[in-house]
């Protein structure tokens, strides 16, 4: 959706509606995109002490879903080095 200039798209997560901004990739709006960029710190700092778990594993032990975490992945959140 267009309005005057401005480009909306509907968030991942909650389905509504936000202001887009070009610059960023984000596919939320800012509440679920913080909520979003916290669960993603929450991974990151578990594969940081158990680097090689599964998806499964990193759920269970973080309590952050599995297509979430297949999510971070897509989007290539995470590096090999």
């Known amino acids: 959706m267009e309005l ?3 480009n909306f798209e509907n968030c991942r997560s909650c389905n509504k509606a936000y202001a887009a901004n070009p610059f960023l990739r984000s596919k939320y709006c800012p509440t ?3 909520t ?3 669960k993603y710190k929450t991974v ?3 594969l940081y002490d158990h680097r090689g778990s599964s998806a ?3 759920a269970e032990a973080t309590g952050i879903p599995v297509e979430l975490i297949l999510d971070f992945i897509a989007d290539e959140r995470f590096t090999t080095d």
């Open 56 to 58: 499964v594993q990193i």
């Open 44 to 46: 990151r700092e578990y």
């Open 4 to 6: 005057k200039g401005q």
């Open 36 to 38: 979003y960029e916290s």
């Open 32 to 34: 679920c995109e913080d």
